[in-house]
C-alpha cells in the first residue's frame, strides 16, 4: 500500500495548472505568515519561463532549511518538474 503522503508527481501539468499551484505556493506562504516567499510568487500570472524558474529556485533555496513548510516545498518541486511545459 503506497504512503498516503506520498505526491504523486504529474509532469503534464500546462501554464494555467502550473499558475494554479504557484497561487497555491503563494496562498498558503502567506497563511504562514510567510511575506518574503508570498512576494516571490506575486504577479507570475503571464510571466515568461525564465522568471518563473529563477523565482522557483530561489523559493527553493529559501525552504531548504525550513522542513516545517514541507508541503510548500513539494508543491514547488511539482512546479519545477512543469517548467518545462510552458510556452
Known sequence: MADDKTMRMVTNLDRKAVEGK???AR????SGNLAELAAMFAG???????????????ALKWLADKP????ITATL???ELNLKNLK
Do not use: S
Open 22 to 24: 504557484l497561487a497555491e
Open 27 to 30: 496562498t498558503a506562504a502567506q
Open 44 to 58: 507570475v500570472e503571464g510571466m515568461p519561463r525564465a522568471q518563473i524558474e529563477t523565482r522557483v529556485a530561489n
Open 68 to 71: 516545517q513548510h514541507q508541503k
Open 77 to 79: 518541486e511539482l512546479v
